[in-house]
C-alpha cells in the first residue's frame, strides 16, 4: 500500500497559477500510476488528471486541458499537478489518488484504490 498526503492548495485569484504536490510513502512509488481528482461542494468528485507508471503518458479532463500539468519524479515519490490559469469554477479540494499496484492510468473514480486527505484550492473572481 501507499501513503499519500497532499501539498500547495491555498486561495489564488483568477487567472493566478498554483502547483500542488503529493508525496507518497514506500519504495514502490513507482509501480503505481497517479491520478489527481477534485470536489466542490456539493458537487460529487470528479476526474482532473492521470499519468502513468514512468510519466510516459498524461491525461486531462476536458475543464483543465491546456491548463493544468501533471506530473511525477520517481526518485522523489512525488507527483504534481502545475496549474495555471486558474478560473472561479477550479475552486475545490484537489486528492491525489492511487490504483492498485500496477494498474493503468485511468479517469475511473472507482479504480484508484488510494487517496490522500486532499488540500483546499480556492480561485477569487
Known amino acids: 500500500q501507499v501513503q499519500l498526503v497532499e501539498s500547495g492548495g491555498g486561495l489564488v485569484q483568477a487567472g493566478g497559477s498554483l502547483s500542488l504536490s503529493c508525496a507518497a510513502s514506500g519504495r514502490t512509488f513507482s509501480r503505481y500510476a497517479m491520478g489527481w481528482f477534485r470536489q466542490a461542494p456539493k458537487k460529487e468528485r470528479e476526474f482532473v488528471a492521470a499519468?502513468?507508471?514512468?510519466?510516459?503518458?498524461?491525461y486531462y479532463a476536458d475543464s483543465v486541458k491546456g491548463r493544468f500539468t501533471i506530473s511525477r519524479d520517481n526518485a522523489k515519490n512525488t507527483v504534481y499537478l502545475q496549474m495555471n490559469s486558474l478560473k472561479p469554477e477550479d475552486t475545490a479540494v484537489y486528492y491525489c489518488?492511487?490504483?492498485?499496484?500496477?494498474?493503468?492510468?485511468?479517469?475511473?473514480?472507482?479504480?484508484?484504490?488510494?487517496w490522500g486527505q486532499g488540500t483546499q484550492v480556492t480561485v477569487s473572481s
Open positions: 489518488a492511487a490504483p492498485r499496484i500496477f494498474a493503468i492510468a485511468t479517469m475511473d473514480l472507482r479504480k484508484y484504490d488510494y
Open positions: 499519468i502513468s507508471l514512468n510519466g510516459g503518458s498524461t
